[in-house]
């Protein structure tokens, strides 16, 4: 089992291929915006903690996963906004494409204790079917689920 835990803070970009069982430790308490990119092809588990203990901070982490056949995948997230925080502006999403087999367990938590700015979750998954890469190869895209996962893959938002 290999572990990784990161503190981040300023404007970021953090990429990781994974092929093991992986716990990936992200937090953040000062200003941070960007984005993690994995992609895994084992058993992954990712939880990742926005905390606002200050005033005017924020906090926007989107994490981006292509979930690998059969692979197993659990994305955490807990943005907590202590008592008595004034501006704080949070969101934490996921964005994954899963390939067949992939298991996604996704678990969205908000612990506010302060009116915030802005304090948000999203989620999505996305897997295409064999009819839509039928569909994409027959107008001429040739390897169109190997590009979509590589369009997927390099969009950096930030």
Request: net charge neutral; proline share 0%; no cysteine.
């Given at each position: 089992?290999?572990?990784?835990?990161k503190n981040l803070s300023g404007e970021f970009l953090e990429r990781f291929h994974l092929a093991g069982d992986t716990d990936i430790e992200i937090s953040?308490?000062?200003d941070a915006v960007g984005t993690i990119i994995i992609k895994n092809h084992g058993k992954l588990n990712v939880?990742?903690?926005a905390n606002h203990v200050r005033d005017n901070v924020k906090i926007h982490i989107m994490v981006k996963l292509l979930a690998g056949e059969n692979s197993e995948n659990g994305l955490a997230a807990t943005?907590?906004?202590a008592p008595g925080?004034?501006?704080?502006d949070s969101d934490i999403g996921f964005s994954v494409i899963a390939r067949p087999g992939a298991k996604i367990k996704m678990q969205p938590d908000q612990r506010i204790s302060s009116v915030p700015?802005?304090?948000g979750h999203s989620a999505s998954i996305y897997r295409p079917s064999p009819a839509q890469i039928i569909y994409l190869e027959s107008a001429g895209l040739t390897d169109a689920d190997k590009l979509l996962e590589q369009a997927f893959l390099m969009d950096e938002v930030v």
């Open positions: 089992m290999t572990h990784i835990k953040a308490d000062t939880n990742v903690a943005a907590t906004i925080v004034q501006g704080a700015v802005a304090a």
